[in-house]
């Protein structure tokens, strides 16, 4: 059976194109235009959903996406809200949050067991240890919204930027007629709107009258023939951040947008009556019943009870009954009625009015699937019910008007003021800050006229602000709302002794939950919100958080005003993931010989935002066989590595000596010139954050090298400390300006030999010395250091010369086999030696004394970052140390990897941080923090690998590899080069 009404003017359909969709297993169809809520209501279909903790039938409540009865899967697509996602053609959808389907959902049985599951139940499931396990799988079992799809693919969705002069924020009436008032007056106006058109309750709040339409249309037409006017529609304003900057969110992307004044036209959230039975499919607000006929002209039910406290219910029942639905009752909650317009005209229909009435209780039909019936019954002068005088009332829809709560959620983190208004009964501005202006239901004004005419004031309000001429008058601030009807009930909630009267639809919170929980002691509104999760939903509250401040207000004797409301933090509505991650935009950098690594047929990896070449493929050879050849190449013969990445900064000035000895935990005042030593850099806590090499060409100038990841952070650091200090120095970051390569192995020395004429003997040239030479005839600063525990040459050049630099070595040392390696070879040959990489062999805790490097910190120097906090470490005992260790040599199991646990009897010793298979020992090696009872030589500990097996190692010295050095000697290095030829 089709709902579908005959064409209505201004519908969102388009009935020339029928899609069909597939839902639960039942196939379907709607109109393009038509949201997979209307579609499946127009089909007849009523439980669309269940609830999240007791599985109850759900179907509309607002049908304007704040709420969450309607939330289905497609597919990898999650929790895909119905009310505002579009139908599209082969859509396979399923509700979320059942066990065998929305209709036979065997988790429903939880509803029986609500008596046993109070408010604040999981708090105390938990507390109990013993049972916390059990509580734990049940809840996991249960819980959880939609079927993760590991399979998925990333989304990416664009970022972009934008700005103006005014942003409005709502494109209803008063919205509308605030973005033309600024516009006519010279600003440039963004008007945003989630939904997919503008024109908001003005379109579809008629009351049977249609001349209300056309005006809005009207104000429609006038926006879009002005060229200052950009509106974005299906566009959450999802928060406010400080100088107007609003990001606005779309279905396929996030625009962070600027504005020089902002226009708050949210309006208001139709709230639920708290009644028995409230959430039944079948009971809506009235808005969405409205909303449901005018948009997707889909009939909401065949016969309504109307149950009301304002004026919009009049308008709601007029809607209902031009449009073949058979009103049979209103209820009207309030014991006096002012006539008006609308209420004559619903008693000239002949739709009876229950006044000073309540609707105590929806009755169920019989599949439980929605509403046979409303029980009303009188209402005592102190707000209580009297059921022993109801009756019942059949019907199979119930609509709700009895309040609105504004949508100030953007106001609160405008940092705006506001107070709770009696006659409103609604929280309005009482102070707005520069630049934010409010209007329409946020500022309390519902009547159709006078939000026109807020409007208009606000925009040219905002004009003025931004020096526009207005006439004075025309922008004057005043309060235009109607006092004579209130547009809310002061307590439209109706006590039942049963239960099931629900105040928050997402987290199935019942009336009752609130007395109990405040009883306990939770009566301040932000312990009473954490404790029951009221406004914790995805829903944030919308549709609960009024009523819950107005429970806890009679409760403590308290007005609403000073129970006030819950913190409002962005963002206040739903923003998928997808949007916050962006185009997962990571700038990569490449050094200067990126082309040449690509050429040799490297393999690329990240190390911090740069591509460096984790090892070069040889035809027909394994990842683990061309690392061990590369790093065999640089034991034995020579091997030629970019280290370019590594930072690289220039000092000088008188003061330059003084700013490194303050910086760095060594001594460089006494650094001879021609010479350069290891430099350790600590935070003021006393942990390592970066390490390098300091040389020194004169006396007042420095070049000094910092680890790759470290760069950016490092020289934004000393920057801070040279304005901080006013040194006498100067500091200038040549990391991209200058290239580096790194010429390593016992046949180094001939090959640099070729390209130089400078003396490289060891005498001339001594390891940790420093030279200016020309290489290949290319102006260069030489370094003789070891990291690789090998005759080595770092070499630094100009940028723009390291192609031909490389291409210059890679030819000298074609007669000694030179082999470029990447960075997983420089790191087993460094791990050979023992050297401590900052970042993997530390982290953000590591003091030097648990890294083994108190060798090199100077305490006795007057002052350096962290020296203070090193002092005080020194007086607690040491919980960790960085040892050495090997596998036996025959082992052939699965090695330890990285960050795998170190096991002492049963308890967590400690952890590995580098580990390899060192083709120079025949065994695996590597660093781990143990114990410091575990640290001494010889001492045996266990690994416990990914399988849970464990794994026996044994406490060994560093370095591994060479541990006196020898292969820096001159006499060692001669005799290599005999040996080779």
């Known amino acids: 059976m089709s709902h579908r009404l005959p064409p209505l003017p201004g519908e969102w359909i388009d009935r020339s194109q029928r899609i069909e969709f597939t839902f639960e297993g039942d196939r379907l169809w709607g109109y393009a235009g038509d949201i997979i809520t209307s579609a499946l209501w127009a089909s007849g279909r009523r439980t669309l959903g269940r609830s999240f903790k007791y599985h109850r039938p759900r179907g509309i409540l607002s049908l304007a996406n704040h709420d969450v009865n309607v939330l289905v899967q497609h597919g990898q697509q999650l929790n895909l809200r119905a009310d505002v996602t579009p139908i599209a053609a082969g859509m396979v959808l399923s509700a979320v949050n059942t066990n065998g389907g929305v209709r036979s959902d065997r988790n429903s049985v939880l509803d029986f067991f609500s008596p046993f599951l109070p408010v604040g139940f999981y708090y105390k499931a938990f507390h109990n240890r013993r049972w916390f396990p059990f509580w734990e799988r049940l809840i996991r079992n249960i819980s959880g919204l939609g079927a993760v799809d590991v399979s998925t693919p990333h989304l990416r969705t664009a970022k972009r930027y934008d700005f103006c002069q005014v942003l409005v924020i709502g494109a209803g009436v008063a919205g509308l007629a605030a973005a033309i008032a600024a516009a006519e007056a010279g600003a440039e106006v963004v008007l945003v709107d989630e939904n997919p058109r503008v024109g908001g309750s003005g379109c579809y709040q008629l009351g049977a009258d249609d001349r209300q339409a056309e005006q809005v249309q009207a104000l429609v037409q006038a926006v879009q023939g002005c060229d200052r006017i950009r509106v974005y529609t299906s566009t959450v304003a999802a928060g406010y951040y400080a100088d107007h900057w609003v990001p606005l969110v779309e279905p396929d992307r996030m625009t962070k947008l600027r504005a020089k004044a902002v226009i708050m036209a949210n309006g208001a959230y139709e709230q639920p009556a708290v009644f028995r039975n409230n959430d039944l499919p079948g009971v809506m607000l009235a808005s969405a019943a409205q909303r449901l006929i005018y948009r997707y002209a889909v009939k909401p039910m065949q016969r309504a009870v109307v149950f009301t406290a304002n004026r919009d219910g009049y308008r709601a029942a007029l809607d209902l009954a031009k449009h073949g639905v058979e009103v049979r009752a209103i209820v009207e909650l309030r014991s006096h009625l002012t006539a008006s317009e609308l209420t004559q005209a619903v008693t000239a229909q002949g739709m009876p009015i229950y006044l000073g009435h309540c609707l105590y209780e929806a009755q169920a039909s019989p599949a439980q699937d929605g509403v046979a019936a409303a029980v009303v019954c009188p209402v005592a002068a102190n707000g209580e019910p009297q059921p022993q005088f109801r009756q019942t009332i059949a019907c199979d829809g119930i609509v709700m008007s009895v309040g609105w709560a504004p949508a100030a959620n953007l106001l609160y983190q405008a940092g705006a003021k506001l107070r709770f208004d009696e006659s409103l009964q609604q929280f309005v501005p009482d102070w707005l800050p520069p630049g934010i202006f409010a209007c329409g239901r946020v500022n309390g004004v519902y009547n159709f006229q006078q939000k026109l005419q807020d409007g208009k004031r606000a925009g040219l309000a905002a004009a003025a602000f931004l020096g526009y001429a207005v006439t004075p008058t025309a922008a004057h601030s005043v309060w235009l709302g109607d006092r004579t009807e209130s547009p809310s009930h002061p307590w439209p909630i109706i006590e039942h002794p049963a239960g099931k009267n629900f105040v928050d639809f997402d987290e199935d919170l019942q009336y009752k939950d609130f007395p109990n929980a405040i009883q306990e002691g939770f009566d301040n509104i932000e312990l009473l919100k954490r404790f029951t999760t009221v406004g914790m939903g995805p829903s944030q509250g919308k549709h609960a958080n009024m009523n819950a401040l107005r429970i806890l207000a009679k409760i403590t004797g308290k007005t609403p005003g000073e129970v006030g409301t819950t913190t409002a933090r962005p963002f206040f509505h739903p923003v998928p993931m997808s949007h916050l991650a962006g185009r997962g935009f990571s700038p990569e950098r490449h050094t200067p010989l990126h082309e040449r690594h690509a050429a040799l047929n490297a393999k690329f990896m990240l190390a911090g935002m740069w591509r460096r070449p984790e090892y070069y493929q040889r035809p027909g050879k394994r990842r683990e066989e061309c690392i061990l050849a590369e790093a065999n190449a640089v034991r034995h013969g020579v091997g030629l590595i970019d280290v370019g990445t590594l930072g690289k900064l220039e000092l000088h000035g008188p003061d330059a000596a003084e700013f490194l000895e303050r910086v760095y935990t060594g001594r460089f005042r006494n650094l001879k010139v021609g010479m350069s030593r290891y430099a350790l850099m600590l935070d003021e806590s006393g942990v390592v954050i970066d390490d390098g090499v300091v040389a020194r060409f004169s006396p007042e ?157 100077k305490m006795e120097k007057p002052f350096f970052v962290g020296q203070r906090s090193l002092q005080a470490i020194a007086q607690r005992p040491l919980k960790q140390i960085l040892v050495g260790f090997m596998l036996d040599p025959n082992y052939t199991g699965y090695p330890p990897q990285e960050c795998h646990l170190v096991i002492d009897g049963n308890d967590i010793a400690g952890r590995v941080t580098s580990v390899a298979y060192s083709p120079t020992l025949s065994r695996y090696i590597g660093l781990a923090y143990v114990k410091p009872e575990l640290a001494a030589l010889g001492t045996t500990f266990s690994i416990r690998l990914s399988d849970r097996s464990l794994v026996t190692a044994r406490v060994s010295p560093t370095p591994f590899y060479d541990p006196d050095n020898q292969r820096q000697q001159e006499t060692v290095l001669t005799t290599l080069q005999e040996v080779s030829i």
């Open 701 to 857: 100038q420095f070049y000094f090298t910092t680890t790759t990841g470290g760069a950016t952070a490092i020289y934004r650091e000393l920057s801070r400390l040279n304005t901080l200090w006013q040194l006498d120095c100067g500091l200038v970051n040549l990391t991209g300006a200058q290239a580096a390569v790194n010429l390593a192995g016992p046949d180094s020395r001939a090959v640099l030999a070729k390209l130089t004429d400078l003396d490289l003997s060891g005498a001339a040239f001594p390891y940790l010395g420093v030279r200016a030479a020309n290489v290949a005839g290319i102006p260069a600063r030489l370094m003789r250091v070891g990291f690789v525990g090998e005759w080595g040459y770092e070499i630094h050049v100009p940028a723009e010369s390291a192609p031909a630099l490389w291409d210059a070595l890679m030819a000298a040392g074609a007669d000694w086999n030179i082999t470029p390696f990447g960075v997983e070879a420089q790191r087993l040959l460094r791990l050979e030696k023992g050297h401590v990489i900052v970042g993997q062999d530390t982290d953000g805790l590591t003091t030097p004394r648990e890294a083994n490097l108190t060798w090199a910190i």
